[in-house]
């Protein structure tokens, strides 16, 4: 059985993160979402609350899990037998940073996890929770970025009760 990782902040998921994961549940077998704690971002939402959205979003996804993890992505490869981190790329500095991580992962698994990118849609290129979260946060439209529930619990988080146009 084909077992992927999906690792990211995912605060919030996008459409971006939405369409690497559909187009990932027709590659493998099954697909583990796993939310990580990135030390170098301040979370809008708990790991809690994103693993909540994700499952959301993912629910006519049979072969898709939800998880969450504060540690090196390689344990948790470790932990769960999982060899292939799949990762999205949305730009050339995208693929320098995913690159380097990928290298380092491979090295620190003794050469046991390999990583696979996806190219996001280009209809999401431009697209970063960063981004979703400085609009929504200034009350703008997210609409065409996120999902409805997604939506709603920025909407709930930013006191927002417009429908951010």
């Known amino acids: 059985m084909k077992v992927a990782v999906y690792p990211g902040s995912f605060d ?25 704690k990135n030390s170098a971002k301040t979370s ?10 994700i499952e959301d979003c ?5 072969n898709i899990t939800v998880d969450s993890y504060d540690g090196l992505l390689i344990d948790y490869c470790k932990k769960e037998q999982i060899h292939i981190v799949l990762r ?28 696979v990118f996806l190219t996001t849609n280009l209809i999401y290129s431009y697209l970063s929770s960063s981004s979703v979260k400085e609009i929504a946060g200034y009350d703008g439209d997210v609409s065409g970025m996120v999902t409805e529930n997604v939506l709603e619990r920025l909407r709930e988080k930013y006191g927002h009760n417009s429908k951010g146009n």
């Open 88 to 115: 999205g790329l949305r730009a050339i500095t995208d693929f320098e940073y995913e690159l380097q991580i990928a290298q380092t992962n491979r090295e620190l698994s003794h050469n046991n996890v390999d990583t």
């Open 58 to 62: 993912v629910g006519d996804l049979d």
């Open 44 to 53: 809008l939402f708990s790991p809690d609350e994103r693993v909540k959205m």
């Open 12 to 36: 919030p998921i996008t459409l971006g993160h939405l369409d690497i994961i559909r187009r990932a549940s027709v590659m493998f077998d099954k697909l583990i979402v796993v939310v990580m």
